[in-house]
């Protein structure tokens, strides 16, 4: 039964996919309830980290999470497969730890590496100047935000 309903849902159109994400966020802000330990370890797996991720991108809300076991506070732009097949999260990083040494830009975060991820209820208004629909480390790319207007 899970395969039938994985291969119903890959076949089903992008637009689609989306509205069912945002109504599932309307849904968990109608029915709040108290978060446990389970629920925070399945709020870990990629399929949850992918709704919150697509969802945070078609609402323009800002995420933190811990990435490499540092805090970051991230303005999410794009979400796809990488050329290796693995999930990817491209955003500007407001805040938080770098390897780099360098706090704020624009990063590529590989998914998996990605925990504690959550909405901080702030939104942002739109994409970065620097933004790029057509991310190139992204054989294919599943949510991103449309280029910013010319000034």
């Not at 996919?17 to 309307?26: A, P």
């Not at 925070?40 to 609402?59: H, L, M």
């Not at 955003?91 to 998996?112: D, I, M, N, P, V």
């Not at 901080?120 to 949510?143: I, L, Y």
């Amino acid at each position: 039964m899970k395969t039938e309903m994985r291969q119903a849902l890959a076949r089903e159109p992008y637009e689609q996919k989306i509205e069912k994400v945002e109504q599932l966020v309307r849904l968990a802000k109608e029915f709040p309830r108290q978060l446990t330990s389970s629920a925070a370890e399945i709020d870990d797996t990629t399929g949850a980290k992918e709704k919150v991720i697509v969802s945070a991108i078609c609402n323009r809300n800002v995420l933190e999470f811990l990435y490499n076991g540092k805090p970051r506070i991230v303005e999410p732009q794009t979400y796809g497969i990488s050329t290796a097949g693995h999930p990817l999260l491209r955003g500007y990083q407001r805040a938080g730890g770098s390897g780099s040494g360098q706090a704020k830009g624009l990063r590529l975060f590989e998914t998996a590496k990605i925990s504690r991820l959550k909405r901080t209820g702030e939104q942002f208004t739109k994409a970065r100047p620097e933004h790029n629909p057509s991310d190139s480390a992204m054989k294919e790319v599943r949510a991103t935000l449309p280029l910013p207007a010319s000034a």
